[in-house]
């Protein structure tokens, strides 16, 4: 499994933005996977996660109806599609694939993460 995650930005609050998660080695098909975000002082949070064939999606309260993850396998990629940003969204963004088909416990392999900032 190799992820990279792109899309972050500077953006402003109420805007939107499209984070996508490429897995280069096309290894994560028959895997969940999840976008976690750290912001600076924070420890890492679980931000939403995905099953295998996207029958299963799990969002953190925090983003719950603003946040969409949906993923493509015939791509080898995820999506996170942040709506109605805010400034506490500000943090670095990782995709992480699970060794399970369904989301829990800990990612076993992580991209690099996208930086997202929203100002006020």
């Known amino acids: 499994v190799q992820l990279q995650a792109s899309g972050g930005g500077l953006v402003k609050t109420g805007e939107s933005l499209r984070l996508s998660c490429v897995d280069s080695?096309?290894?994560?098909?028959?895997?969940?996977m999840g976008w976690f975000r750290q912001a600076p002082g924070k420890e890492r949070e679980f931000v939403a996660g995905?099953?295998?064939?996207?029958?299963?999606?799990n969002y953190a309260d925090s983003v719950k109806g603003r946040f969409t993850i949906s993923r493509d396998n015939a791509k080898d990629t995820m999506y996170l599609l942040m709506n109605s940003l805010k400034p506490e969204d500000t943090a670095i963004y990782y995709c992480?694939?699970?060794?399970?088909?369904?989301?829990?416990?800990?990612?076993?392999?992580w991209g690099r993460g996208t930086q997202v900032t929203v100002s006020s």
């Open positions: 995905i099953s295998w064939n996207s029958g299963s999606t």
């Open positions: 080695r096309r290894t994560s098909r028959n895997n969940a």
């Open positions: 992480g694939t699970y060794l399970r088909s369904v989301v829990g416990g800990t990612p076993r392999y």
